[in-house]
């Protein structure tokens, strides 16, 4: 395309010198290459690359804020996000608690009763970052849709079958995770 295409950011007597016109040239692959980038940027495929400071920047433009979290989960809370501006798949919300917790969710839709019921998988017990997973869900599902957690406990009959023997070499990951 070339340089023709700054002349709109220029005024008219500035684009016919001729110093100017060597300038732009030279200065045109910087140009490309920002471009490029902002592009990248706007189109958050870039979030991924971005430091501390510019996913602060990108955490209040999209009204998210998990400081004080990991540096790579806010960047993942922030991809999910920008994914959650379209449609609300369940694929989006399975992402979305993958980014939140190293667990899995089970998805049920009850139309009759306008709900949408998520079972945490894996573990027992409530996982961290739940919290704030449902203020950000509230944020993607329509507003006439209720929304209710389901988690599974670990219950005393659950271990009523084993001993102190059985118990003593396994651990407590070991423990939240037995079906």
């Not at 209710?148 to 001993?163: Q, R």
Request: with cysteine.
């Amino acid at each position: 395309m070339g340089i023709e295409k700054y002349n709109d950011y220029l005024p008219k007597h500035v684009t016919d010198i001729t110093h100017i016109k060597d300038v732009l040239m030279a200065l045109e692959p910087s140009f490309d290459g920002l471009e490029y980038l902002l592009d990248e940027i706007e189109t958050n495929r870039n979030i991924t690359r971005l430091g501390d400071e510019n996913v602060g920047r990108c955490e209040k433009e999209y009204g998210v804020n998990n400081t004080g979290k990991d540096l790579e989960i806010r960047k993942k809370i922030l991809l999910i996000k920008k994914q959650g501006v379209s449609t609300t798949t369940e694929q989006v919300l399975k992402n979305m608690a993958k980014a939140y917790s190293d667990r899995g969710i089970d998805i049920n839709f009850i139309n009759e009763e306008y709900k949408l019921v998520i079972k945490w998988l894996g573990k027992r017990g409530k996982p961290e970052g739940v919290e704030e997973f449902y203020e950000n869900i509230l944020n993607l599902i329509p507003c006439h849709l209720g929304l209710e957690f389901e988690y599974t406990y670990a219950l005393i009959d659950d271990y009523k079958n084993m001993t102190l023997e059985s118990l003593k070499d396994k651990t407590i990951e070991e423990l939240l995770t037995l079906e």
